[in-house]
């Protein structure tokens, strides 16, 4: 993995166990639903980022080394499993 999306995401993660810890928290304590809901949402938000930078990371390094070693049929069937994960 490149380290530069590497170290981005295990920052993100970071920062996603304390959103997810304080919205833990906010349960217990029977917080205003709209304020859990905008918490989970931007969760959300925070995991999607993480999934669009390891996509970046694969499509910059494994199946760019897929087409280059000619390994093609694999480099599609890998494109096609990630379009049919976001459908």
Request: glycine share 4%.
């Amino acid at each position: 993995m490149d380290k530069k999306i590497k170290k981005k995401i295990l920052k993100r993660l970071s920062i996603i166990k304390g959103q997810v810890e304080g919205l833990g928290k906010m349960i217990e304590n029977e917080k205003y639903c709209l304020d859990i809901l905008i918490q989970a949402s931007a969760i959300k938000n925070a995991i999607s980022s993480i999934e669009r930078e390891v996509l970046k990371n694969h499509l910059k390094t494994h199946v760019i080394d897929q087409i280059k070693n000619n390994k093609k049929k694999k480099a599609v069937e890998e494109l096609i499993k990630i379009y049919k994960l976001k459908k």
